[in-house]
């Protein structure tokens, strides 16, 4: 291991670079500061420069992790906040600061350590830190740097990985260079950099990143020895990650989850580590589901000796939201049902790594996290964030009673009349994405009807753009005569910050001043599903794109119904309220009639009593009679837009001439399909292009979904997996043939390479895991 530590002893200073030291008379705590001091004497030094520099070290080509140390402190004739730099080494970008980086508590020292992998070809690694040029006072900064060479193919490894929520693979190119965000000794303590003594890595235990939801989870602890081999050495990971696990208890079914802050726009590599380290279980005793951002990543079934660690590696693409952090969900679920196993699902650690973009660039937002890190520098405290919630939860009792005093227009109190001042600036109740009026109403042109794109029972849509024209968006604002009002708009802006998912629209802010009610989203270029359906001037749509967009719009529903804590009740799944944007890619939107249902543990049949809302033709009959609400009204409501994809019709059908007034298409449908007579009301540009294995999959399973009674009906899950299956029986029956071995894409942002094959990450397939990749969004 090769240390550089920034002090007077230290050797080959770059020109221009400044060692300053600072005595610690400072809040810090020990384990902070224990690299840089001693309790008695506490100090730290630092290499400083207002202009660029670079350490060269001297190392044998290979793989080698990299470790940034920075300690956030006003150095003596320096100011924190303007440590704006970046930090690169070849053509990568590993990280870049901004003034959002610093804390605004000058007292407040807070060290982090910034971890890279990396693979060095030449004898030189040459990191060059570059002052911001935009700031005159602009400095870098580094306290040490430490690297350590590891053996090779640790993390890099020439093989086909899967891209979880997708049908093609991803071939996963020995990257040059590989963040480190997250590493987690799962059901076990942190592990030190000496505990893991022969690749010097720090572990974080899982308390802070764990989601209990109500599962019964149970901790293992073993002494059972870790049998290592060739397909995974002792340096894969330490024996202490896979002596200790977190399992899902016996019979008890459910799901156990972990929640992980990473910054959007990127791809990651996520690498989960398994150890059966309980005896009793039987062969084929664990069966479970691993879904990542709650997609199905894979399924893992233990079938040999206890003892034998293996790991499994996934790619997760969160590059399509930009909103600078994000939250990526690992979930271990018992799917199957206890009856199938003695034991569900396991997890004894995992990692996960940011993968650079198309632009080599690995920065994102706020690289020295949220806490103090000698683990991960995005590791939450549990303690912080549940005072935080509590102290949130009060102040929105407090402010929404105050709100609805002050600011609400007297229009929409009913008979109360308060004559109360209102303020003339934009309120922000909801949070800080309020956007002024003024810059709405310059961005829509005073909302002319040249900007107007659509109209819906909100109100009117118009088109505009933020960021100096940068980012186009959807502005919906709201009709006072429209039936839907204040608590709509609430529930809109309620549901969309807490959502995020790739097939849900996202908000991109919203105002409320003077009386108006605004909802800005990112635009849809393709408008919405039902404009490309039925009257209208496009082109009729492929059945293989039709396949394709009810997939994303099923994947946006199965989210709602199993992705969160409650289950979230769409309430008006229609085609008009899916949208397209400029690559097909279906966006469920519209939240304003959303319900929060029971929690997402229990049945989705489990009832919410509720008046009846919704739109004419798809509303669940079982809903309108009984006013019980379940997320199988949604089910409901998707098997209505279905038959319009295969029909091209509306979900009311106009009256006839014969007297007969207007039909629902549910109805209509069900009876062609009990007589035989379906295939006559599809669409006459599908007619003689479906498979009749597609056709059968398609019908079947829409039909399931219009079903009398909820019971009856399917989940999401398997609407969603039955319509990728009639993708799979189109494209086969199109003649379709698997590419090359690895085709290069662009995922998001992220340059990758496909591969229509399916592969693990390890060579020891069959040994004690067996795992079958089943790409389905949960």
């Keep these: 291991m090769t240390t550089y530590c920034c002090d007077s002893s230290a050797e080959d200073i770059p020109s221009d670079v400044q060692i300053k030291s600072l005595s610690l008379k400072v809040k810090a705590s020990e384990a902070d500061l224990e690299d840089y001091g001693t309790p008695a004497h506490p100090q730290i030094s630092v290499c400083m420069s207002h202009k660029q520099f670079t ?41 870049r600061t901004s003034q ?17 992998v990396m693979k060095v070809d030449a004898q030189i690694l040459s990191i060059t830190f570059t002052p911001s040029s935009g700031h005159s006072k602009a400095y870098a900064f580094v306290n040490k740097i430490e690297i350590i060479t590891m053996p090779a193919n640790v993390y890099m490894q020439d093989v086909r990985l899967p891209l979880v929520g997708n049908s093609s693979q991803i071939y996963a190119a020995n990257y040059t260079v590989l963040e480190t965000m997250h590493r987690v000794n ?56 896979y002596s200790t696990a977190r399992t899902l208890s016996p019979k008890s079914g459910g799901n156990m989850s972990w929640s992980f802050l990473v910054n959007s726009g990127f791809c990651y590599l996520v690498r989960l580590h398994f150890c059966e380290i309980t005896r009793e279980i039987r062969q084929n005793g664990r069966v479970f589901k691993v879904y990542i951002n709650n ?26 939201l930009d909103t600078g952090m994000e939250d990526l969900q690992i979930t271990i679920s018992s799917d199957n049902g206890p009856s199938e196993s003695d034991c569900q699902g396991i997890l004894n650690g995992l990692e996960i790594f940011k993968l650079p973009d198309s632009r080599d660039n690995l ?49 929409w109190y009913g008979t109360f009349s308060l004559c109360q001042k209102r303020s003339s600036k934009c309120c922000k109740p909801f949070g800080e994405n309020a956007i002024p009026l003024t810059k709405i109403m310059s961005t829509t042109n005073n909302f002319s009807d040249d900007a107007l794109i659509g109209t819906g029972g909100f109100g009117k849509v118009y088109r ?35 959502l995020r998912h790739h097939h849900l629209v996202t908000l991109m802010g919203y105002c409320l001043e003077r009386k108006e009610m605004i909802l800005i989203y990112n635009f849809m270029g393709r408008g919405t599903l039902r404009e490309h359906l039925y009257k209208t001037n496009s082109p009729p749509l492929p059945l293989k794109k039709r396949l394709e967009i009810c997939i994303g719009a099923a994947r946006g529903l199965h989210y709602l119904h ?29 939240f304003g009639l959303s319900k929060l249902g029971p929690d997402a543990m229990n049945q989705s049949d489990m009832q919410v009593s509720t008046a009846v809302k919704g739109s004419i033709g798809y509303l669940d009959p079982e809903y309108y009679r009984r006013l019980k609400l379940t997320a199988k009204s949604d089910v409901y409501s998707f098997g209505v837009v279905l038959f319009e994809v295969l029909c091209a019709k509306p979900a009311i059908l106009p009256a006839h001439g014969n007297g007969d007034g207007p039909q629902s298409l549910a109805e209509c449908a069900l009876k062609c399909y009990h007589s035989g007579m379906l295939g006559q009301m599809i669409d006459p540009y599908l007619q003689g292009k ?40 189109q494209s086969r029956a199109d003649g379709e043939k698997l590419r090359g071995p690895a085709d290069k894409i662009l995922a998001g942002n992220s340059s990758i390479l496909v591969a229509h094959q399916l592969y693990n990450s390890d060579k020891n397939i069959g040994a004690e895991f067996s795992e079958i990749i089943h790409q389905t969004a949960r």
């Excluded at 006003?74 to 100011?79: I, R, T, V």
């Excluded at 308390?207 to 059972?224: M, N």
């Excluded at 968006?473 to 309620?494: C, M, N, W, Y």
């Excluded at 009398?708 to 799979?728: I, K």
Aim: hydrophobic share 35%.
């Design 464 to 498: 505009g753009s933020l960021d100096g024209g940068a980012t186009l968006v959807a502005v919906k604002r709201a009709d006072p005569s429209s039936h839907q009002g204040l608590h709509e708009f609430q529930t809109e802006i309620s549901m969309l910050s807490k």
């Design 100 to 116: 959002s980086s610093y804390s605004r508590d000058s007292s407040d020292i807070k060290c982090v350590i910034r971890e890279f």
């Design 562 to 590: 199993t992705g969160w804590k409650q289950i979230v009740i769409h309430r008006d799944v229609k085609s008009s309220n899916i949208l397209l944007d400029d690559k097909w890619e279906a966006k469920v939107s519209d």
């Design 295 to 320: 997609m199905t990543a894979g399924i893992v079934r233990w079938s040999r000796m206890p003892g034998r660690p293996v790991y499994r590696d996934y790619i997760i693409d969160c590059s399509e």
């Design 186 to 241: 799962v059901g076990g303590d942190d592990i030190p950099p000496e505990g893991d003594a022969r690749m010097w890595r720090s572990w974080s235990g899982d308390e802070d990143y764990f989601v209990p939801d109500g599962a019964l989870t149970s901790i293992l602890q073993s002494k059972l020895g870790i049998k290592y081999s060739p397909e995974v050495p002792a340096y894969t990971a330490p024996e202490k990650v």
């Design 55 to 95: 350490h060269n070290f001297t190392v044998s080509p290979g793989h080698k992790f990299t470790r940034l140390h920075f300690c956030l402190a006003s150095y003596p004739g320096l100011n924190v906040s303007d440590a704006l730099f970046s930090v690169s080494v070849g053509q990568y970008t590993l990280l």
């Design 363 to 411: 920065a994102g937002l706020n690289p020295f996290g949220t806490a103090t890190s000698h683990g991960s520098p995005y590791r939450e405290d549990k303690a912080t964030r549940i005072s935080l919630s509590i102290f949130y939860g009060l102040f929105a009792v407090v402010f929404l009673f105050s709100f609805t005093l002050l600011y609400i227009p007297s229009e």
């Design 690 to 729: 479906i498979d009749p294995d597609c056709f059968r999959t398609f019908t079947d399973v829409a039909v399931k979904c219009l079903a009398e009674t909820g019971r009856e009906r399917p989940s999401m899950g398997y609407v969603l997996w039955n319509l990728e299956l009639a993708l799979q029986q």
